[in-house]
Every structure is written in C-alpha cells, then in structure tokens.
C-alpha cells in the first residue's frame, strides 16, 4: 500500500513563514511528478506547485516568488516553503505524487489527507 502523510500546517500570522512536508511510504517502482494542491473553503481544488522528477518546477502566479518547492528523492519527501504568507493562502493543502507501483504497469496518482494552514493576525 502506498501512502502519502504531510505535516507542518498550523496557524501563522500575516507575512509568517511554514515548511510543509509530505512523507510517501510502501513499495514503489519509480516516484514521478509531485505537487502540492490547495482548497479552500467554497473552492474549488487548485494546483500550487509541482516538480518533475529530474526537479524542474512549477507555481501558480499568486504564490510565485513566496513559494518553493524541493524534494529529497533518496528519503521520499517532497516540501514546501511558503514565505510573505497571506490570508488567502489559507486553505487545507494536499500533497500528491505520480507513482509507478512494483506490482502494476502504468503510472497512478495518490493524495494525501491534507493539513490545514490558517493565516490570520
């Protein structure tokens, strides 16, 4: 069984800093692409930022130049560092990865259970 845990959400203030990470676990042929998502209460889910494999990333505009995203393929972690926070930023963020399974062919997503990040003063 593949699972995907993230942690390091919580409430910060205005113009705060947080480091999401998100552990994946079990057994796995190829880690792929991976992302953060976001939702937020009354929205619909968005992308934040993926990177490919080979560490090529990308953001969404709003967080652009406030976020970045790595990952550290030999402990299977992908991160995110969210600087300059606003309250817009609030939202339950998921992490997702691309996932080549040791007893199937082809590639599939899995999700993880989210964890909240509030920004308020």
């Known amino acids: 069984q593949v699972q995907l845990v993230e942690s390091g959400g919580g409430l910060v203030q205005p113009g705060g800093s947080l480091r999401l990470s998100c552990a994946v676990s079990g057994s796995i042929f190829s880690l792929n692409a991976m992302g953060w998502y976001r939702q937020a209460p009354g929205k619909e889910r968005e992308l934040v930022a993926t990177?490919?494999?080979?560490?090529?990333?990308n953001y969404v505009d709003s967080v652009e130049g406030r976020f970045t995203i790595s990952r550290d393929n030999g402990k299977r972690m992908v991160y995110l560092q969210m600087n300059s926070l606003k309250p817009e930023d609030t939202a339950v963020y998921y992490c997702n990865a691309r996932i080549v399974r040791r007893i199937l062919a082809g590639e599939s997503s899995y999700w993880g259970q989210g964890t909240q990040v509030t920004v308020s003063s």
């Open positions: 990177i490919t494999s080979g560490g090529d990333s």
